[in-house]
């Protein structure tokens, strides 16, 4: 049987994080695994990396106090960056056994403008992938 100990959460402080959290708790309570929460800051300005670097510090230690208060193990990570490369960096460097992360339901224009992050990380890793839709 698989088992999942060593879980990373790509969180991207905004308010779909909340229903990945909500699944990733309830299966690291069950399993007694680790979640590891990264955030990867995209920035184009020393100040803009500090300031998103204090916003996302603040948003991933709001989670990990909810998260260890329900007696799951959690840590922080923060990396610098496209998230599309360093998401899969992270995986590669610290050997997680499943990647979570929330999906935006963009509809088709905005999918073709913008991109899919989570279209180009299923394409890079290789450990399993949960993509949580939210309920709106």
């Known amino acids: 049987m698989l088992s999942y100990k060593k879980i990373l959460v ?3 402080c ?3 994080d909340d229903t990945v959290i909500e699944h990733v708790a309830a299966l690291a309570a069950s399993l007694g695994a680790t979640l590891h929460l990264l955030h990867v800051v995209h920035s184009h300005t020393r100040e803009q990396e500090r300031y998103l670097r204090e916003q996302a510090m603040s948003t991933l230690e709001g989670y990990r106090s909810m998260l260890r208060a ?3 193990a959690t840590e922080v990570l923060i990396r610098s960056g496209e998230p599309e490369n360093e998401i899969p960096q992270e995986v590669e460097e610290n050997g997680y056994d ?3 992360m929330a999906i935006h339901g ?3 224009p905005c999918r073709i403008l913008f991109g899919s992050v ?3 990380i299923r394409q890079k890793v290789t450990i399993p992938l949960l993509l949580v839709k939210p309920s709106h």
Do not use: F, K
């Open 106 to 108: 963009h509809n088709l």
């Open 118 to 120: 989570s279209r180009s």
């Open 14 to 16: 905004s308010p779909v």
């Open 10 to 12: 790509a969180i991207d």
């Open 98 to 100: 499943l990647l979570a």
């Open 70 to 72: 329900a007696g799951v």
